[in-house]
């Protein structure tokens, strides 16, 4: 099989895929359930997509611009980017307990939908020794793929940002049938 | 991945006359030759340029600009990849256990 790229087009238009960024997915069958799962932070972004074949060109696409605003030396981009962390686990601590307080005025149904999901769902782990030893790291092992401090910091986010994006798709999507009759009455 | 030099535009369909003519092992049009020798005379002036120590700092500095100038030029890969289509936009390391639950 080839490379794979889970991509959402605006109104699910196929005449608007042209410049939309998608990333790169597995597609895996485990316990005949299809999981699909990104284990990249690499993007992508669309020139062209063929309706028919459902293939796509595509280009890397960064915009994140560190570059700018980012210190030049490894040590101080470490240290701004560690500091970063440990304000982001307290802003999930802070947000989860707001979450929880906020959550309990609502209906009974949106309450149990929001349990099944927060159980299903992974939390991303902010301890930096978790992940894949850094490449300024010595003595590392040489057969472990190098990652910057930086990649591990956009995945710390990008794994929180999918978290909550995940609980909030779940309980107040449009076409939830099952939620959209309890959040009109509630309102 | 996928290479993507036969991509129309990416630089293989442009390749001048002079080396067609040497890869087909043909003897080289005057077009061809001229067009080397002019190559030669361009390049000449930059050896000089590069010998000259009177100002270090000014040529190697050009030299970073067209160095640069090249990179810009050249276009960034194309890959083809097959594409999944979300009813939702999608995040990097995202997972989706739940597509018994309309996720996608």
């Known amino acids: ?187 | 991945m996928f290479p993507t030099g036969l991509q129309a535009g990416s630089g293989l369909f442009h390749l001048p006359m002079a080396t067609f003519a040497k890869k087909a092992g043909g003897p080289p049009t005057k077009k061809a030759e001229s067009a080397v020798k002019t190559e030669s005379k361009k390049v000449k002036p930059a050896k000089k340029e590069q010998t000259d120590d009177s100002e270090p700092v000014a040529p190697k500095k050009a030299a970073a600009k067209k160095g640069k100038k090249e990179e810009e030029k050249l276009p960034p890969p194309v890959y083809k990849l097959y594409t999944l289509k979300f009813n939702s936009p999608i995040l990097p390391f995202a997972k989706f256990p739940l597509t018994q639950n309309k996720y996608i």
């Open chain 1, 1 to 187: 099989m080839t490379r794979i790229i889970g991509v959402h087009f605006p109104n699910n238009s196929n005449q608007q895929a042209q410049d939309c960024v998608g990333i790169e997915i597995e597609i895996a069958k485990k316990n005949n359930i299809t999981v699909v799962e990104s284990n990249s932070h690499k993007r992508y972004k669309v020139k062209s997509y063929d309706e028919v074949t459902n293939f796509c060109m595509a280009e890397d696409f960064d915009d994140t611009g560190s570059a700018s605003f980012m210190p030049t030396d490894a040590d101080k981009t470490k240290d701004l980017l560690m500091s970063e962390l440990f304000e982001l686990k307290n802003l999930w601590f802070v947000f989860n307990k707001k979450m929880n307080s906020i959550l309990t005025i609502l209906p009974a149904e949106v309450l149990n939908r929001y349990d099944m999901v927060a159980k299903t769902l992974q939390t991303p782990v902010f301890d930096v020794t978790r992940y894949t030893p850094s490449s300024t790291t010595p003595g590392i092992d040489p057969l472990v793929p190098e990652v910057t401090f930086q990649e591990t910091f956009d995945e710390i986010v990008y794994k929180m940002a999918q978290y909550y994006f995940s609980v909030f798709q779940a309980i107040f999507a449009k076409d939830n049938d099952s939620v959209r009759p309890s959040i009109a009455d509630f309102l």
